[in-house]
C-alpha cells in the first residue's frame, strides 16, 4: 500500500507535505514525489528511496506554493525508479495524479487511449489514472474526475490537482481509504490520520465512492451517484506522541515496550470480573444472536492469522464453540458453504487487508455475520462489518506487528469470555480468567526487564542461517508469530512447528548449527515439550528456551532460559511471545537491518 497527502491553505506545502510523507512511510517506502501549485503553474519532484531525499531534494531548492499532493509507493506495478514515482501527469502535465490501490484494467485503459494520442511515460497502472481525467470533458477538475472513475475496474485512493485550477484537490476513494483533514482555514487530505494528526484532530473518512474537491474556502463531498454528501466529523483520539518515535531507536521496540498499555487500553471497560465476562457491545451482536451462534469462522493473514489460531483454542475452551481459522487469502475463492449462524472474524490491524477483507465478504454473501477485530479507526474493514472490537492499541508504526498482536489475543480472549456467558458456559473458570487478566500488564512489564539478557543471546546467534521454533497447544501459534518476526525484520529463514511434529521431518534439520527455540511454559503439555527439547538435544541443536519462572528443569538441557512469569494457559501466549519479539529485533539491529521499514514489506497489504 502506498501512503497519500495533500494540503490547500495559507502556509507553505512543501514543509506539510513532506512531514506528512514522513508519518505515512510504514505504508510504503520505496519511492516518494510530491507536486505543489505556485499559483501560476505546477512543480513535480520524484526521487527513488526515502521521503527524507526528497526532504533533501527541497531543502536545497525549496519549492514555494500553497497547495499540492505528496506519495510515499510500495511499487505493484513498474519497479521502483524515478519515472515511476508518483505523481503522475497527463500528455501536457496539466493534471497531477497520485494513487493508492490497483487498476486492474490499466492495459485495457491504456490500449483504448493510445490511438487518441495519449502517451505513457510510466510501467505503473495508476499512471492511466491522469490520461482517463485528461480525455473526460466537465468544466471543473471534480467533473472531470467523476466521468472519468466508472472507467476504472480496481482499487483508488486518490488526490489530483490541475495547473489551470490552483488552490484545488479533488479526492476519491474506492477500496482504499482516503480522508479529508479539516483545519483552520486550512485543509488536508490523507491515506491515514497519521499524515496531518499535528494539524488537526477533525477528520472526515470519505466513504466507497466519494469524490471530494478541497480549496482553502472549504470542501463539498459526492458520492458514486452525484449526491452531494455531508459527512460526519470525527475526532482523532490518540495522541502524536504515539506515532512520535521518543525514546526508541525504532517503532518497533517502542511498540514491544507499550504492550503493558496498549494490552490495558484494549481491556479497559470491557471486563467484568463479578459476571466472570466481557462486554462488548461494539459487536453489535444481541444476546440472542450471540447464543444462537453454531460455528465461528475466522480470517485473517499473516501476525492476525496467528492470533486467529490462539483465538480458536480460546473460544473453543471457554465458550465450547467450534471454530475453524482461515487464510484469508486462500478462503475468498474456497467455496463459500451457506453459513446461517455463523459468525465470520475478520481480524486485520490495519482493516484495509485485501484478503482479508475479501474474505468476509465473501462469507456475508454467505449469510454469515461478520465482525471485524481491528486497531485502525475508520478503516474500510471496520467501517462494513456488522460490528467488531477495536484494540485501542495506538498506530502501529513498525511494519512487524507487535503490540497488536497481544491486543489481538485480549481481543479474542474478550469474545470468548462474552460468548461463553451469552451462551450460559459456567463462569467459574471465566471470573478466574477475568482476575488473571488484569494481572497481565503487570506481567507484561516483567518479561520486558529481560531485554537485555534477550540481546546478549541476540549477539550468540545474530550470524545464523536458519533458526526453528517449536511450541505446542496456545504457544504452537506463539513459535509461528516468533518465526515470522525473525523472518521479516533479520531475513533469517525461520520455521515454527508443533513441537511433535518436529519428528516428522524438521528434526533432520537439527545440528549444532541450528538454533532451536522452544516455547515451553509450565502447562498442560509442558512435559511433552520437554521430551521434545531432549530430542534436539540428543541431536546437538542449541536450545533457546521460554519457560515459566522458578522452573528450573531445563537448566541441564538448554543453552538460554529466558523465565516468564506463571500465568494460566490460555494467557501464557500474552507473555511467551515478548521474548520472541525482542529476540527477533536485537538480531535484526545485531545484522545492520532497516527493523522498521524490512525489504520488500508494507504495512498492510491492500492489493492482492
Ligand atoms: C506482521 O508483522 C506483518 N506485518 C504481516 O504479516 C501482517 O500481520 C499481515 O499483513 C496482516 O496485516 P493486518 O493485520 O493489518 O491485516
Given amino acids: 500500500m502506498c501512503g497519500v497527502v495533500g494540503y490547500v491553505g495559507p502556509r507553505q506545502a512543501g514543509p506539510i507535505l513532506l512531514d506528512g510523507l514522513q508519518r505515512l512511510e510504514y505504508r510504503g517506502y520505496d519511492s516518494a514525489g510530491l507536486a505543489i501549485h505556485n499559483g501560476s503553474g505546477m512543480s513535480l519532484h ?41 505523481p503522475h501527469l497527463d500528455c501536457d502535465g496539466e493534471i497531477a495524479l497520485v494513487h493508492n490501490g490497483i487498476i486492474e484494467n490499466a492495459d485495457q485503459l491504456r490500449s483504448r487511449l493510445t490511438p487518441g494520442g495519449h502517451s505513457f511515460r510510466t510501467e505503473t497502472d495508476s499512471e492511466i489514472l491522469a490520461h482517463l481525467i485528461e480525455d473526460a470533458t466537465g468544466s471543473t477538475l471534480e467533473e472531470r474526475v467523476a466521468r472519468a472513475l466508472p472507467h476504472v475496474e480496481g482499487t483508488y485512493g486518490l488526490a489530483v490537482v490541475s495547473r489551470s485550477e490552483p488552490g484545488k484537490i479533488v479526492v476519491a476513494r474506492k477500496g482504499s481509504p482516503i480522508l479529508l483533514g479539516l483545519g483552520d482555514g486550512e485543509y488536508f487530505v490523507a491515506s491515514d490520520a497519521a499524515a496531518i494528526l499535528e494539524h488537526t484532530r477533525s477528520v472526515i473518512y470519505l466513504d466507497d465512492g466519494d469524490i471530494a474537491a478541497v480549496t482553502m474556502a472549504g470542501y463539498s463531498i459526492v458520492d458514486g451517484y452525484a449526491q452531494v454528501q455531508d459527512r460526519i466529523v470525527s475526532d482523532i483520539d490518540w495522541e502524536l506522541g504515539t506515532v512520535e518515535l521518543g525514546w526508541a531507536p525504532h517503532y518497533m521496540l517502542k511498540e514491544i515496550f507499550e504492550q503493558p498499555e496498549t494490552v490495558l487500553s484494549t481491556l479497559r471497560g470491557r471486563l467484568r470480573p463479578d459476571e466472570g465476562t466481557a462486554r462488548l457491545h461494539g459487536l453489535n451482536l444481541s444476546a440472542a444472536q450471540a447464543a444462537a451462534i453454531e460455528r465461528v469462522v475466522i480470517v485473517a493473514c499473516g501476525t492476525s492469522w496467528h492470533a486467529g489460531l490462539i483465538g480458536r483454542q480460546v473460544i473453543e475452551q471457554l465458550a465450547a464453540l467450534p471454530v475453524q481459522v482461515e487464510y484469508a487469502s486462500e478462503y475468498r475463492y474456497q467455496p463459500q458453504l451457506a453459513l446461517p449462524n455463523t459468525l465470520t472474524v475478520g481480524i486485520s490491524q490495519s482493516g484495509e487487508t485485501a484478503d482479508t477483507l475479501e474474505a468476509m465478504r465473501a462469507a456475508r454473501r454467505a449469510g454469515s455475520r461478520v465482525v471485524g477485530i481491528v486497531n485502525v479507526v475508520g478503516s474500510t474493514i471496520a467501517r462494513e462489518a456488522d460490528g467488531g472490537i477495536y484494540l485501542h492499541a495506538g498506530p502501529e508504526i513498525g511494519v512487524a506487528s507487535t503490540k497488536a498482536f497481544t491486543s489481538q489475543i485480549t481481543a479474542l480472549l474478550l469474545l470468548g469470555l462474552h460468548l461463553a456467558h451469552a451462551r450460559g458456559v459456567p463462569t467459574d473458570e471465566g471470573r478466574e480468567l477475568v482476575r488473571e487478566m488484569l494481572e497481565i500488564p503487570a506481567r507484561i512489564e516483567q518479561v520486558l526487564r529481560l531485554n537485555t539478557r534477550i540481546r546478549d543471546i541476540a549477539r550468540i546467534y545474530a550470524d545464523a542461517g536458519n533458526f526453528l521454533y517449536l511450541g505446542r497447544g496456545v504457544n504452537f501459534p506463539v513459535a509461528l508469530e516468533g518465526s515470522l518476526k525473525l523472518k521479516e525484520i533479520s531475513y533469517i529463514h525461520a520455521e515454527g512447528y508443533p513441537a511433535a511434529e518436529m519428528k516428522h521431518g524438521p528434526i533432520a534439520l537439527i545440528d549444532e548449527n541450528m538454533p532451536v527455540v522452544f516455547v515451553a511454559p509450565t502447562d498442560p503439555v509442558y512435559q511433552k515439550v520437554v521430551s521434545n527439547i531432549q530430542e534436539v538435544k540428543a541431536r546437538g541443536g542449541r536450545i533457546i528456551a ?13 543453552d538460554h532460559q529466558l523465565w516468564v512469569p506463571a500465568v494460566p494457559p490460555l494467557l501464557s ?36
Avoid at 526521487?47 to 509507493?73: C, F, K, M, Y
Avoid at 515478548?578 to 539491529?589: C, D, E, K, T
Fill in 46 to 86: 520524484k526521487v527513488v528511496g526515502r521521503v527524507q531525499r526528497l526532504r533533501e531534494l527541497l531543502d536545497a531548492d525549496p519549492v514555494p506554493g500553497s497547495s499540492g499532493i505528496g506519495h510515499t509507493r510500495w511499487a505493484t506495478h513498474g519497479r521502483p525508479t524515478e519515472e515511476n514515482a508518483h
Fill in 546 to 558: 521460554v519457560c515459566t519462572e522458578g522452573n528450573d528443569d531445563l537448566r541441564a538441557l538448554v
Fill in 573 to 608: 501466549p500474552l507473555v511467551t511471545v515478548i521474548p520472541l519479539q525482542l529476540l527477533a529485533y536485537h538480531i535484526a539491529v545485531l545484522r545492520g537491518c532497516d527493523v522498521d521499514r524490512p525489504r520488500n514489506l508494507a504495512k498492510s497489504v491492500t492489493v492482492e
